[in-house]
């Protein structure tokens, strides 16, 4: 199991950039890794993915504004948010998938005001 801690939350108002941060305390060499989100009284959705050989995934909604990065080495992920709209508002979580598992990080508040 893979221990997920996110950080770099909070509260900005519209137009604004956050950096998301997400701390692995196992390797992550060979596993998928990314970001989810999840609005009041809303489903979890996949925001970015940043696959294991290299390539990145974006929801529609996010794409041009948001940023998915990794360094293994370091076992920390990364999600760079530009132009945050109040749309962008819910708990962020980090998640870690294997074939056989997929583990979370326990989510960070981001909450944008217009």
């Known amino acids: 199991q893979v221990q997920l801690v996110e950080s770099g939350g909070g509260l900005v108002q519209a137009g604004d950039s956050l950096r998301l941060s997400c701390a692995a305390s196992?390797?992550?060499?060979?596993?998928?890794m990314g970001w989810y989100r999840q609005a009041p009284g809303k489903q979890r959705d996949m925001v970015a993915i940043a696959y294991t050989g290299g390539y990145t995934d974006y929801a529609d909604s996010v794409k041009g504004r948001f940023t998915v990065s990794r360094d293994n080495v370091k076992r920390m992920v990364y999600l760079q948010m530009n132009s945050l709209n109040p749309e962008d508002t819910a708990v962020y979580y980090c998640y870690a998938a294997r074939s056989t598992r997929v583990d979370w990080g326990q989510g960070t508040q981001v909450t944008v005001s217009s």
């Open positions: 196992g390797s992550i060499f060979g596993i998928n």
